[in-house]
């Protein structure tokens, strides 16, 4: 049984880019409003979740809080991603307790050698 990966992304590029570096090994489940991301991770118990910062509404720092308070153990299995790339940024990140931080353009590499040091341990 494959793996599964929740994608939290407003940008179809970058969800469509994840999809297919994952295709052959994991299901890949897709929503673009950060308000969904806990009770999808909740109900698809993903192994990882890729999660974009910058979403209008309800933005990635939003989803980490939440998580924080409602599920904790999910942000050991988070990727942030995100073009904002400062150092304050990457700091709030990191202390939040995500297990990791890719800066865009994401490339398909980027996405494989994730997968593999999150998942596949």
């Known amino acids: 049984m494959q793996p599964n990966v929740l994608v939290v992304d407003d940008n179809p ?6 999809q ?5 090994v994991a299901q890949v489940y897709v929503t673009a409003d950060g308000r969904e991301t806990v009770a999808q991770a909740l ?5 990882m979740i890729f999660l974009d ?9 939003d989803v980490i809080e939440q ?7 999910l942000l050991q299995r988070t990727i ?9 940024t990457r700091n709030r990140v990191t202390t939040a307790g995500v297990a990791g931080f890719q800066k865009k353009p994401l490339e398909i590499d980027d996405v494989l ?8 341990r």
């Open 13 to 18: 590029v970058n969800q469509q880019l994840i």
């Open 20 to 24: 297919w570096a994952l295709e052959d």
């Open 43 to 47: 109900s698809l118990k993903p192994e």
């Open 53 to 61: 910062l910058m979403m209008p509404g309800f933005s990635g720092f």
């Open 67 to 73: 998580m924080r308070s409602q599920q904790p153990e």
């Open 80 to 88: 942030v991603i995100s073009a904002q790339d400062d150092r304050e």
């Open 113 to 120: 050698r994730l997968f593999n040091s999150t998942v596949i």
